[in-house]
């Protein structure tokens, strides 16, 4: 959870604030006002997400830490999973769903912003890009949330769903 949260955050943060930074300058051009926007303005978008999501996963593990549980198959197979020590706590439910709430509204910003930056042409900026890599995000959160609750109890499934949904987010934007 640690890697996932906080690399979604450094990677959507600042995707996020180009793609803002775009739009201001656009948009303030468009009436003829000049615009100085600084790498401190567009930092201060990086470090909020950023700073929240530590703070959140911190709280998670200092009120319910995640432990290595090792479970028998069979004599001579088994496997290990991280988990929360007391299945029947709350605190990793609502700090998960504050994650997942916090991460979820500022992907529905930046896909407004980037619908807002779809007619700008891509010799200004790479706005058409990026727009193009919130949509494939909101796609696929859209499909693999659920998915996570459909195969919750299924180990492998859950295994290949987790590292498939990291694996396309990160390709989509390398490539």
Known sequence: PWLICLGWS?????LFAKLRRINLVVSNAMRFRSVKISEKDMMSYISVLFSINLLLMTLW?????????????SPSESFGTCTVEDTGSIT?????????LLNGAVL???NVEAYKARNIDTEY??????GLIMLFFLQIALVGIPLFFIV????????????SVVSIMSMTVLF
């Open 10 to 14: 450094i990677l959507f943060s600042a």
């Open 61 to 73: 593990n200092i009120l319910d830490p995640l432990v290595w549980k090792r479970m028998q198959v």
């Open 92 to 100: 990793y439910k609502i700090i998960g769903a504050l994650i997942g």
């Open 108 to 110: 529905i910003v930046a």
């Open 125 to 130: 900026g790479e706005s058409v890009y990026i």
């Open 152 to 163: 919750h109890n299924n180990r492998i499934a859950r295994f290949f769903l987790s590292t």
